[in-house]
């Protein structure tokens, strides 16, 4: 039997939902604040036909039962958090003092949710993706008509870890009740207002239908949604969100739709073509609304007042451009804006998209007539492109090619006008790299292929396949062997204190001991760690710990403590992004760190940032957006945040994570281009300026190998390009597999030659409980083409690494 043929039946990779007990209900200082102010500036404003914001003297009717089912977050490990309250739409609306609802139609809700309450299976991805609405007669809708002057209708959906949105109604498209009710209530009503209470972006053809004169996605909001609602709706709070995701006309108009959801592998044929990158290029019809939109209810007024390009050192390319911004509020109320800067790059040998995301900036809160100046600055990072064909003349080096560089200023992709640019004479190598994660099969991607007064049309290339042996590269990279000691009494607060070096402590440890730092204790919710705890690792054996090597906690995840306590819930990464606030955000997970440090949790599993590949990816209200800089800077964001309390952040899934549906088979076949510019630069911003501890692999294949067992992605480029070097862990559990360069490292040893160091939580399938060795690493330790030593003793050093910053004060 071959060990892929051992593997377990996938769904035992999956976990359970953690059933509450009882515990104290407190919320540390500050956190309510804060939840309640980051929901309500991730909400867009995407229509306001004059209806907003709401004022006591108007009557508004409220339709939708998620008013008082409201979602609060999604499904699954970023989801699962019990919170010490739930403000509803309708309790946050109720208690306004500036909204006058409808009482009688209010109370018809409650009443009716009360008697039909939404079945929610505690079943692992059995979740519900909408409630049944409440149906609606004439008698009920004509008469609100009368009472009021204004609807508000509300539309639900909820998805999540291993529960895919689909094509189908009640999950991307609407239900016909919920189509019933929009169409009933606009015919009956003046002004309507729709809210979105989605954690996804879903079908939004359906606005071209009826006539709704205000549109606000107000996404999941955390525990505070209802309170957060109510401030956008009375103009407490001016609505500053933008999207960080193009909401385009259909979902065949995506560029991933026919190349999404495939159980055994997925072409990513739009290559960087993904999300505004798209459609700017070649489908600006096919946007509804666009990325970086959303409206104020004031307005502002954009100018680039300075414009200057520093040169790098070799005068071949420059190192930073910079815009002086000037930002003034020319409406009539107080307001915030964001400014976003978009670089057209020229169509060289590489083309390009038509605009990406190079830097943005929020203002704070301007008063009628005020100006904020604004530095925005790009780094030559940010303006290359990488050459995997070796068309520029220079293979597997991020380059800037020659010609006219333009940068576009405004408050949305679409609402961008040229400010500035220049010309770069050559083209010029500003990184060179080596090829990895190499494809196995040829497939053709988009490139451009005209370029025309209306814009591009697609053309197709083949994406090419290369022959590095990776054998060659980890041979002739193995680590050193630390001379082995034997047990010579040090500490590790010996190390912590500075009186002894790592290597001398690792020096000391055996073989059982090494294995045993590469693994987790066992299962979820160890003994070692706070109730509900998602597994420990570290000093997961007695001799570890009683050389001073404490197991470290783990617990999920990013919308809060995932935990046997009440925890706070906070909006979920999408309404998070929408913020495009990532002091907000830094301050918000500030607090996230002091809670996890309050319930003794040494690293949360936190935040995801996966790429919006596709609206259908079940996890997409966890991750961030379309775009990786935006991705990448409100990640650093929180990493930044939750550290600064000493605790770990361990941005995940590292990397392709793009869809749930069979995630832990999946293949990502995705060029080097779009891996390296799309999915992982996200992840390089986010370990280069928010220098994460910890950093969780993804369950899926990258071209082929399996994000654990992937080299390239974890020892190439994110330790040796980024130069990472805290510790990298499984996502939970992992598919066994031989290593097709050393086939006699199974498993274990597989793993932890790409230095994806602790395997969690530390057995292979869900139902072993308990640490006990598979023998997989050890087998062929200093055996020939075996592990080596050296290797066990480089894991022991990433982790260990860890665990001293966690004790360093
Ligand atoms: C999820 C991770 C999560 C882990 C622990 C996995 O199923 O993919 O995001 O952190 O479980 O709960």
């Not at 009882?22 to 956190?31: A, F, L, N, W």
């Not at 704070?364 to 303006?383: A, N, R, Y």
């Not at 998602?534 to 000093?539: C, I, P, S």
């Not at 090597?549 to 990013?558: L, R, S």
């Amino acid at each position: 039997m071959n060990s892929l043929e051992k593997q377990k039946p996938e769904t035992e990779l999956s976990q359970e939902m953690i059933t509450f007990t009882e515990g104290e209900k407190h919320v540390i200082p500050g956190m309510a604040e804060l939840i309640r102010s980051s929901a309500a500036e991730g909400c867009v404003l995407l229509k306001n036909d004059d209806v907003l914001p709401l004022s006591n003297d108007l009557n508004v009717a409220v339709f939708g039962r998620c008013q008082k089912n409201t979602f609060f977050v999604g499904y699954g490990s970023g989801g699962d958090v019990h919170p010490p309250y739930r403000v509803t739409y309708a309790d946050g609306l109720k208690e306004c003092s500036e909204i006058t609802l409808n009482e009688e139609l209010f109370e018809l809700y409650r009443s009716w949710c009360e008697k039909n309450p939404p079945v929610i299976s505690t079943l692992w991805g059995q979740w519900p993706m909408c409630y049944q609405e409440m149906p609606l007669n004439d008698e009920i809708v004509e008469r609100a008509a009368k009472q009021s002057d204004v609807a508000m209708v509300i539309i639900g959906r909820a998805a999540g870890e291993e529960r895919e949105n689909v094509l189908s109604q009640g999950s991307f498209y609407l239900t016909e009740t919920e189509e019933q009710m929009l169409a009933m209530v606009t015919e009956a009503f003046k002004k309507t207002i729709v809210v979105m209470n989605c954690g996804n972006i879903i079908d939004m053809s359906w606005t071209k239908k009826y006539h709704v004169q205000a549109i606000l996605y107000a996404w999941l909001g955390g525990m505070e949604a209802g309170n957060a609602l109510a401030d956008v709706l009375c103009g407490r709070v001016n609505p500053c969100g933008k999207l960080s995701d193009t909401i385009a006309a259909t979902y065949e108009d995506y560029p991933s739709a026919v190349n999404f959801g495939g159980p055994e592998y997925n072409f990513y044929a739009e290559d960087i073509f993904v999300g505004y990158r798209y459609f700017e290029t070649f489908a600006k019809d096919k946007v509804l609304f666009p990325f970086g939109f959303g409206l104020s209810y004031t307005s502002f007024q954009i100018k680039c007042e300075g414009f200057s390009v520093k040169q790098s050192m070799s005068a071949e390319y420059p190192e930073e451009a910079a815009l002086e911004v000037s930002v003034t509020n020319i409406g009539a109320c107080d307001g915030k804006e964001t400014v976003q800067l978009y670089l057209a790059a020229p169509q060289g040998k590489l083309k390009k998209a038509a605009k990406s995301l190079v830097a943005f900036a929020k203002t704070k809160l301007l008063m009628p007539g005020e100006t904020q100046k604004i530095h925005l600055s790009v780094p030559i990072e940010d303006m290359v492109s990488y050459d995997d064909t070796g068309k520029t003349g220079y293979q597997f080096a991020y380059v800037l090619e020659e010609g006219k560089y333009e940068f576009f200023l405004g408050n949305s992709v679409e609402n961008a006008a040229k400010a500035a640019g220049f010309m770069q004479k050559t083209t010029a190598v500003v990184q060179q790299l080596e090829p990895v994660c190499s494809i196995q099969e040829e497939f053709e991607r988009f490139t451009v292929s005209e370029t025309g007064e209306v814009g591009c049309s697609i053309g197709r290339e083949t994406v090419p396949v290369n022959s590095r042996s990776l054998r060659e590269r980890i041979l002739n990279r193995l680590p050193e062997e630390i001379k082995v000691t034997g047990n010579q009494g040090y500490l590790f607060s010996d190390v912590i204190d500075g009186k002894v070096s790592m290597d001398s402590f690792v020096a000391q440890l055996n073989d059982e001991e090494l294995e045993a730092l590469t693994r987790g204790e066992g299962g979820m919710n160890s003994s070692l760690g706070t109730e509900g705890n998602t597994g420990v690792f570290g000093g997961v054996i007695p001799s570890l710990r009683e050389k001073g090597v404490p197991p470290m906690v783990t617990a999920d995840g990013p919308a809060g403590l995932r935990v046997k306590r009440y925890t706070s819930l906070i909006p979920c990464g999408t309404t998070l992004s929408c913020t495009w606030n990532t002091e907000l955000v830094e301050k918000l997970f500030e607090k996230m760190g002091e809670e996890t440090k309050l319930h003794k949790i040494d690293v949360i599993l936190s935040p995801g940032l996966n790429i919006h590949r596709n609206p259908l990816c079940g996890r997409n209200f966890e991750y961030y957006s379309e775009d990786p800089y935006l991705s990448g800077k409100t990640a650093a964001a929180a990493v930044r945040g939750i550290q600064s309390q000493g605790v770990s952040a361990c941005p995940k899934h590292f990397a392709g994570n793009n869809q749930e549906d069979k995630r832990n088979q999946t293949d990502d076949r995705v060029s080097e281009r779009a891996l390296r510019e799309i999915y992982l630069k996200g992840f390089e911003i986010c370990v280069k300026e928010g220098k994460p501890q910890n950093l969780m692999t993804s369950y899926n294949k990258v071209n082929g190998v399996w994000s654990h067992y992937n080299y390239d992605l974890v020892t190439t480029v994110l330790r040796g390009e980024w130069g990472y070097e805290g510790n990298v862990m499984t996502d939970w559990w992992m598919r066994l597999s031989a290593s097709p360069e050393f086939p006699l490292l199974k498993d274990n040893a597989y793993r932890v030659r790409a230095q994806v160091d602790v395997l969690m939580p530390g057995n292979i399938g869900h139902k072993e409980r308990e640490y006990q060795s598979d023998g997989s690493l050890l087998a062929t330790l200093s055996k020939e083409d075996g592990m080596t030593r050296g290797e066990l003793q480089r894991t022991a050093k990433n982790v260990l690494r860890f665990v001293k910053w966690r004790f360093k004060d």
